[in-house]
């Protein structure tokens, strides 16, 4: 049982590029994702197959946060 914004997440770390959910689904979904391969038009046209989704290329502007180790005893 996952999100819309959990499949994201995973095929962002599966196929190690990017990837941002702009379905606006708020529901969840049952099963298991069977990706046949790391190729991108492979895995959109399961996620079509499996969920009525699929894989978009695009560019997006997006912020990110970056941690760094502060030490306050020097």
Not at 2 to 24: C, H, K, M, R, W
Not at 44 to 52: E, I, M, R, V
Not at 56 to 64: N, P
Request: net charge neutral.
């Amino acid at each position: 049982n996952f999100s819309s914004a959990q499949i994201a997440n995973s095929l962002e770390s599966y196929l190690g590029v990017p990837v941002v959910d702009e379905t606006g689904m708020a529901g969840r979904f049952d099963g298991e994702i069977a990706l046949p391969s790391k190729d991108p038009t492979r895995t959109s046209d399961a996620l079509s197959k499996q969920f009525g989704m699929r894989l978009e290329s695009a560019t997006r502007s997006v912020r990110r946060y970056i941690v760094e180790i502060h030490d306050s005893r020097k």
